[in-house]
């Protein structure tokens, strides 16, 4: 079965800080890899998503994660956050090895950006 | 961009009742959808694959008997509760894969909360 480690459960940053969250998953083959985000009142989205190719991936409003395959880990990053980054992120890993393909979801980190 | 929408967004019903969740993929076709609970400050833990015209795929754990799947069509999956309890009482998640792109598009879920 597979399994998403998020290290931090609670980061609260200022404003034009750079953030990592931190992302490692277990499964004992192909994966793919996502970071939705939720923000208050809101339905998950998707911020980025690796299947193959470049480890470094790039999403929408200014994140990008990188898939590092010998540490299994996924970790988001933003040079420079912003206010309306508080949110909920959610790393997420789906196997390719067949049969259904819903998510596994990391517990989630908290993300809170101080003005 | 895609949509999907949950109905009802909240219901509060007595123990021993039965509750339907509709989730509908508005400008997309679904073959496959997918029914996620989520308890208060945790993950999103996947229930069950449901796939149109074919019986639904459930996680190890959950009931089947009480947690009724149809997908009787692309744009529409249901999730029955039957004979609810407390216990039950949670935020009910459904996405929807779009049967050309792969995508999965979240909905805005359902708070069930049984007295």
């Known amino acids: 079965a597979q399994s998403v480690s998020q290290h931090n459960h609670h980061v609260i940053l200022s404003e034009a800080a750079s953030l990592e969250l931190g992302c490692n998953y277990s499964y004992g083959g192909t994966v793919n890899l996502f970071w939705y985000v939720q923000y208050p009142g809101q339905h998950l989205q998707l911020l980025l998503k690796?299947?193959?190719?470049?480890?470094l991936v790039k999403g929408i409003k200014g994140f990008e994660a990188e898939f590092i395959k010998s540490k299994f880990s996924f970790n988001l990053r933003k040079p420079s956050v912003q206010w309306s980054d508080t949110a909920e992120y959610f790393c997420?890993?789906?196997?390719?090895?067949?049969?259904?393909?819903?998510?596994?979801f990391g517990k989630g980190t908290h993300l809170i950006i101080q003005p | 961009g895609a949509v999907v929408s949950q109905h009802p967004s909240w219901v509060i019903c007595k123990s021993g009742t039965s509750v339907k969740i509709e989730c509908r993929s508005l400008d997309f076709q679904a073959t496959t959808m997918f029914w996620y609970r989520q308890f208060p400050k945790q993950s999103l833990m996947l229930m069950a694959t449901?796939?149109?015209?074919?019986?639904?795929?459930?996680e190890q754990g959950v009931e089947k008997d009480k947690f009724l799947i149809n997908h009787a069509s692309l744009t529409l999956s249901t999730l029955t509760v039957t004979s609810a309890h407390p216990e039950d009482s949670s935020f009910y998640i459904c996405?929807?894969?779009?049967?050309?792109?792969?995508?999965?598009?979240f909905g805005p879920g359902t708070r069930l909360t049984v007295t």
């Open positions: 690796y299947f193959s190719g470049d480890p």
């Open positions: 449901s796939n149109e015209g074919s019986k639904a795929t459930y």
């Open positions: 997420a890993v789906r196997g390719t090895g067949g049969g259904a393909d819903g998510l596994t």
């Open positions: 996405s929807a894969k779009d049967r050309f792109s792969y995508e999965q598009y």
